[in-house]
């Protein structure tokens, strides 16, 4: 029986929906103590003294941890991980894990309290005193880059702390100046929060000289190097592990100061220390994500194709540099600069700027979504002006279904672009949104169409290592580097891994996530699991037939070439006589009945030094109802038709790419980090004033998926984890948009929020 492409309901859902997931906050750790971080209430301010007696001596206290107790530790800075080629050298202040002398946001941790209760830990956080001295704070990463605005880090003058460039310039201005239009628009991707469903949370423990933090993560190894690096250790001094995970979008691939600390906390104390994020925490004290501004031209010539794409943006880093932040809208950003388009030259200019914010990291996307927003915002604006059809300006600048290389470098190994926006077209009805409008306005209502493109460009952090052992009773577990944070790993990883070794799919264990059983990995990031992951399982599973060809051979008796292989067993050619995995595993068990010098029991390893990137990309239309009177938009439909290569499930498949679709939904209309311009507090710092979309938000969410296999894995698969927040806000926007234009009126910067419609309504005498 073949697996892959089959839509297998998940099989971790089983133990989710009976309450047996396996959760950080949820783990028994016997004689464990709580810890509770005390954060600024400043955006920026010297501390001019902290006294934390009072905390030490209330009841159930054990420990205050600030940035003494860590400096007497030897404990460093946390490291930024990004390297880029910048014009300008990127400067790189140092992050203490607590506050030493100065803090330069909301939220920044100050000082740990360890208790033998969570409520006991917070009483006394309470009884902390901090004399801090306020200074002006700026929360705009443009405003910060103006003359005269407040300093963050005497080492970054006028706050920037990169320049970036990509792209030939001499060939761009070129491309300009023969150019018989030029197209500009100024845009803002709005910084937002992926709150995952999950808080951050961690348990750690020091025994017999060695760490072991569980935490709620994407990646294990990544942060055990960081970890390495802030304790001044060996990696291997570090035993990290990761149970069940809550959505991560990005968030969770980092190393944050509350493990730190806590690991800090349990080595002085001999006790295992717990910290679990409240939600206030996780808005004034994570990361977040996209908050760039940009100002694009688009140079077309007199038949409609692009000719050059110049694009100069504003990149807010937040006051510190988070480990992949300025990596986001600088390499990432260019990998998809131009989309789905064949644009001959394009040139980036990015400037970092800090800010007295939480810092920017990777968010579901991490550059793409903000690079295909600003190019398909950018051909909707050419084909206003160009009086051109959307979607037809796009099919006549589409990248060619052949390998073609970008501008920028990427060498898509092709599929089929263009024609998927015919088949857009029909499935979502173009033909019949005329009639759909006329029955809104008879209403009194604006219904907008919105069509856009986009280009993904996913792999992550090249390179992946797997294992598989299967046991004497048939059973087989494998371990893969890639690391599932709700994707569904346990089916879709276990459904290639039946198929390769002809196994019943309920015959085969997923594990992840444990630095002591997993040599190496790269961990969740940059939609790499099958491509990545999978093609390490294959190697893996091919290695572990071939040494499994090699016992079988020599328990027939037979030539290992004479041997063929067919659901799970070995049959020596045009005979009877077979013997099949189960068995060669328990004859691996036993060093007689080896080949001399083979070590016992059935199992291999592999890695996976694969550097190539896949491109999924696809076609999505939407259709914006928005209400005069009050300025309410509607998504009254949604239609994608898009490209994941070869399916190993398609209901997977579908489920990541709605999953998607909401997030990015939800940044076009509803989702919105606000600071307040002038305290630099946090405004949006719980769900009651952050409004992600609910169900009835969103309307049946269409997914087609009209794959064409890559050649860049033996899956043929491309990632499809990240695609849907990087189409869905354009497609929103375009049909906002197109629904103002009929009173005349521009759509607004993100979120469309019912305030700024009506305001450009209204402005527009709509």
């Known amino acids: 029986m073949t697996y892959s ?112 209760s969570e409520a006991a830990a917070r009483d006394a956080a309470e009884l902390i005193d901090v004399d801090y001295d306020a200074l002006p704070a700026v929360v705009d990463g443009a405003a910060a880059l103006a003359p005269g605005a407040p300093q963050i880090w005497p080492e970054a003058p006028g706050n920037e702390v990169f320049r970036f460039e990509k792209g030939d310039r001499t060939a761009n201005v070129a491309a300009f100046a023969r150019a018989a239009r030029v197209v500009s628009i100024d845009l803002f991707n709005n910084r937002v929060h992926a709150l995952p469903l999950e808080p951050r949370a961690c348990l750690a423990r020091f025994v017999d000289g060695r760490f072991e933090l569980v935490f709620t993560g994407m990646g294990v190894h990544g942060v055990r190097r960081q970890l390495a690096t802030v304790f001044g250790l060996p990696e291997d001094a570090f035993h990290l592990v990761c149970p069940d995970v809550g959505g991560g979008f990005g968030l969770k691939n980092l190393l944050f100061p509350d493990y730190v600390v806590a690991l800090a906390a349990a080595r002085r104390l001999g006790r295992p220390v717990r910290w679990v994020a409240g939600a206030s925490e996780e808005f004034a004290a994570s990361v977040h994500g996209r908050d760039l501004r940009a100002t694009a031209r688009l140079a077309l010539d007199a038949g409609g194709r692009f000719l050059g794409l110049d694009v100069e943006t504003v990149a807010d880093m937040g006051a510190y540099l988070s480990a992949v932040g300025p990596h986001c809208p600088t390499n990432a950003f260019s990998t998809a600069m131009g989309g789905v388009y064949a644009i001959p030259s394009m040139h980036l200019t990015v400037r970092g700027a800090f800010t007295n914010t939480v810092p920017i990291d990777a968010y579901r996307g991490a550059g793409k979504p903000e690079a295909n927003y600003i190019i398909e915002r ?125 196994l019943a799919v309920e015959q085969v264990h997923y594990r992840q996530a444990d630095t002591d059983l997993i040599a190496n990995g790269h961990g969740h990031g940059g939609a790499r699991s099958l491509h990545m992951g999978g093609h390490a399982l294959v190697l893996a599973a091919e290695a572990l037939l071939a040494k499994a060809r090699t016992i079988a051979a020599h328990l027939l008796q037979a030539d290992p070439a004479a041997l063929d292989f067919a659901e799970g067993r070995f049959t020596v050619r045009g005979t009877d006589r077979f013997v099949d995995l189960p068995g060669i595993a328990r004859a691996a068990e036993d060093p007689a009945s080896l080949p001399e010098g083979m070590e016992p029991g059935l199992f291999a390893e592999a890695f996976n030094a694969n550097d190539l990137v896949t491109f999924p990309n696809g076609c ?95 899956l043929g698969a491309k990632g499809v984890g990240q695609a849907g927040a990087i189409a869905a806000p354009q497609v929103v926007m375009n049909a906002v948009a197109d629904a103002l234009a009929q009173v005349g009126a521009a759509a607004p910067d993100m979120p469309a929020t019912p305030e700024k419609l009506w305001r450009a309504i209204s402005a527009a005498g709509g």
């Open 378 to 502: 950018l051909v909707d604006a050419a084909a206003r002006e160009t009086g051109r059809d959307p979607a037809a300006l796009r099919a006549l600048n589409m990248l060619p279904d052949a390998p073609h290389r970008t501008a920028m470098g990427m060498a898509v190994d092709g599929g089929r672009f263009a024609a998927n926006l015919d088949v857009l077209a029909r499935a979502s009805d173009a033909a019949g949104f005329r009639a759909r409008r006329a029955e809104a306005a008879a209403r009194g209502a604006l219904l907008g169409r919105g069509v856009a493109c986009f280009l993904e460009t996913a792999r992550g952090a090249p390179g992946e290592w797997a294992n598989i052992r299967v046991a004497p009773d048939g059973s087989a577990t494998f371990v893969v580097g890639s690391h599932s944070n709700g994707q569904g790993h346990e089916t879709s990883f276990a459904q290639v891994a039946a198929d390769r070794l002809g």
């Open 5 to 116: 492409g089959q839509s297998l309901r998940r099989f971790e859902d089983a133990r989710f929906l009976t309450g047996h997931g396996r959760y950080v906050a949820d783990l028994e750790a016997p004689g464990a103590l709580h810890g509770v971080m005390l954060r600024s209430p400043h955006a920026h301010a010297e501390i001019r003294a902290l006294d934390v007696a009072a905390a030490r001596a209330a009841p159930g206290v054990v420990a205050v941890l600030t940035s003494a107790e860590l400096d007497a530790d030897g404990i460093r800075p946390l490291p930024c991980t990004s390297v880029l080629a910048s014009v300008k050298p990127m400067v790189v202040p140092e992050r203490p894990v607590l506050a030493r002398g100065r803090v330069r946001h909301v939220g920044q941790p100050v000082a740990f309290v360890v208790a033998e």
């Open 620 to 714: 999505q239309a939407a259709e914006v109802e928005i209400d005069r009177e009050t300025g309410t938009a509607r998504l009254r439909r949604y239609t994608a038709v898009d490209d994941y290569g070869r399916l190993v499930n398609p209901l997977l498949t579908a489920g990541q790419v709605q999953g998607g679709l909401a997030q990015g939904i939800g940044q076009a209309l509803l989702e919105d980090v606000v600071y307040d311009t002038g305290s630099g507090q946090i405004l949006t710092g719980s769900l009651m004033d952050y409004a992600l979309p609910r169900a009835d938000d969103l309307p049946d969410l269409d997914v087609l998926l009209e794959g064409t296999p890559t050649a860049a894995n033996p």
